[in-house]
Nanobody, 122 residues
Framework: QVQLVESGGGLVQAGGSLRLSCAAS????????MGWFRQAPGKEREFVAA????????NYAASVKGRFTISRDNAKETLYLQMNDLKPEDTAVYYC???????????????WGLGTQVTVSS
């Protein structure tokens, strides 16, 4: 009943921008908090940003604060991550997730997409 599908990844030069989207469906995620995580090769999956169902509460990892913006359009059942001033360190597979509250903890999220690749070149 729950499906999360990311899109919008690609190759971009340092300093550039990308906007990721996550199409969500299913009763469980319709009023859930959602978040973005990323995982680079050889590294653990890490928190990027999260947002409440209504969009009024957000949380960002220190490494992306001021550069990334998380938002959602509940009418379209879509989550977004606007990424500006991208750095090579941002290169990773980006995953969207759904959970019961705004959280930076992986285990708080029950549902995950399959990810989309973001590559930032020098």
């Amino acid at each position: 009943q729950v499906q999360l599908v990311e899109s919008g990844g690609g190759l971009v030069q340092a300093g550039g921008s990308l906007r990721l989207s996550c199409a969500a469906s299913g009763r469980t995620v319709s009023k859930a908090a959602m978040g973005w995580f990323r995982q680079a090769p050889g590294k653990e999956r890490e928190f990027v940003a999260a947002i409440s169902w209504g969009g009024s509460s957000t949380n960002y990892a220190a490494s992306v604060k001021g550069r990334f913006t998380i938002s959602r359009d509940n009418a379209k059942e879509t989550l977004y991550l606007q990424m500006n001033d991208l750095k090579p360190e941002d290169t990773a597979v980006y995953y969207c997730a759904a959970g019961p509250l705004v959280s930076s903890t992986i285990r708080d999220y029950a549902y995950w997409g399959l990810g989309t690749q973001v590559t930032v070149s020098s």
